[in-house]
């Protein structure tokens, strides 16, 4: 209790009460995805069948190849705004907005280029889809295509509304979202069991989605409505997206680890290895790490204000309580997860699943590893100094994925993706600390 209080302590009043704002919110929506989440699974096989759980997993997984075009402008321009939000500089905010549309313009037309080719000519006749129709699987493909395309665009629509510091708004519209999208495709798969009708609501929502998005944007911040073209410049759009760059080596690198990776058992393995792969990773990574990442997203903000307002002083003091904290966080997790993390999830998968305690292990070490790795990059990320970070796991995670393909060429066991990921998570943790060393004794 001690621990938040002093945590608190940095802020005044006023800003509180945005954090607060921001809590609430980001716990309600942990909360609301991690329900869904546990019960999603479970009720898709029970509406679907496992076989075509593991396809949906699979078909969802394929518009993200995309990614590794993707040079992520909108974290870069966001963070920037922020900055220049806290130094009062009001154009230059205008000015990074601009920019940063056309950036996402020009990289949305690429995208429909690329996706239009993946689809005319990619074989997708291969293990895991072999029971689907062929001109059914091209138009489920494009739909799922079109939802990234309008998940790209939501991400420009989220900065104008979360580059000051409050995330509530987005929280919420992402709770009702995951609910509604999630509900109904269940709700159709005990009626038609087809996975086909759920693309189409997957597809449909998600446009309702942005129009969700495109109408807030418009209310929430209208200094942003009128935009001057003249405002668009060449020297920004550059500065903008070298700034992208280490975004998107985040972007590839997470790719990398997890859609590739389940691409990869596609390829190599069954629908129930892809499935029961996909589900240890929700329960034992995605779902605590969801959590630790309440504090990161809420106070990545603050640490760009105080670093903005040069108050360094406050900003190690913030991140050096952070730290405590997450040591109090880890020994719950492990104590949870490694003793009774098998009941809960035989529990929650309904034993369809084989898994030993060694796999649990290793997944938990994983995520121990990389979550440390990540709160150590939280300070140079929150100012866009991530270069040699997101460079160096990009390298390891590629890396990853070329020993997994070689070695499933050699008939080894699934079981060697976590000893593996957790192995490379452990050499980034290092390097995240050496980087973050570095930064702590410039900042005076």
């Known amino acids: ?67 590794l075009f993707d040079v992520n402008i909108n974290t870069a321009s966001r963070i920037e705004m922020s900055i220049s939000y806290n130094k009062k500089k009001y154009l230059k905010v205008k000015s990074i907005y601009i920019n940063s549309l056309v950036l996402t313009i020009v990289y949305i037309l690429f995208l429909f280029v ?115 073209l003249k405002n668009i410049s060449v020297d920004e759009i550059l500065n903008l997206f070298k700034l992208s760059i280490p975004y998107y080596f985040e972007t590839v690198r997470v790719l990398a680890k997890n859609n590739l990776q389940i691409i990869l058992l596609g390829f190599f393995f069954g629908p129930v290895i892809v499935g029961l792969v996909s589900t240890m990773k929700t329960f034992f990574y995605f779902f605590p790490l969801r959590i630790w990442d309440i504090q990161q997203r809420i106070l990545m903000y603050e640490y760009t204000r105080f670093y903005s307002l040069k108050n360094f002083s406050f900003l190690k003091k913030l991140f050096n309580n952070i730290l405590k904290l997450y040591f109090y966080f880890i020994l719950t997790y492990s104590i949870v997860f490694i003793f009774f993390g098998k009941q809960i999830y035989d529990f929650w998968t309904k034993n369809n699943y084989e898994i030993s305690i060694l796999l649990i292990v290793f997944v938990c070490l994983d995520f121990i590893f990389d979550s440390l790795g990540g709160t150590f990059k939280t300070i140079n990320k929150s100012i866009n100094k991530i270069f040699k970070l997101s460079l160096f796991g990009l390298i390891i995670n590629i890396g990853q994925v070329i020993i997994l393909f070689a070695i499933f060429n050699l008939n080894f066991d699934f079981f060697y993706i976590f000893i593996i990921n957790s192995t490379g998570s452990l050499i980034m943790l290092f390097y995240s600390f050496y980087i973050y060393k570095n930064l702590i004794n410039t900042l005076k």
Request: cysteine-free; overall charge positive; charged content about 15%.
């Open 114 to 228: 690329a996706s239009l080719l993946i689809v005319l000519n990619f074989n997708f006749q291969i293990e895991i889809l072999k029971n689907i129709n062929s001109d059914q699987l091209k138009l489920i493909i494009l739909f799922v295509f079109f939802v990234f395309f309008l998940n790209t665009i939501n991400s420009y629509l989220k900065s104008s509304i979360t580059y000051k510091g409050n995330l509530d708004l987005e929280n919420y519209i992402e709770i009702f979202y995951d609910f509604l999208i999630k509900s109904t495709i269940i709700i159709f798969g005990f009626i038609y069991s087809e996975l086909f009708y759920a693309v189409v609501i997957y597809t449909a929502i998600n446009f309702i989605k942005f129009l969700t998005y495109l109408y807030y944007r418009n209310k929430f911040d209208k200094t942003l409505n009128n935009l001057d």
């Open 1 to 67: 209790m001690n621990l938040i209080k002093n945590i608190s302590s940095f802020f005044d009043q006023k800003n509180k009460k945005r954090i607060f704002k921001n809590l609430y919110s980001s716990v309600a929506q942990i909360g609301s995805r991690s329900i869904i989440q546990l019960i999603f699974p479970p009720l898709m096989i029970a509406s679907y069948g496992i076989n075509d759980f593991g396809v949906w997993i699979f078909l969802t997984s394929i518009p993200s190849i995309l990614s």
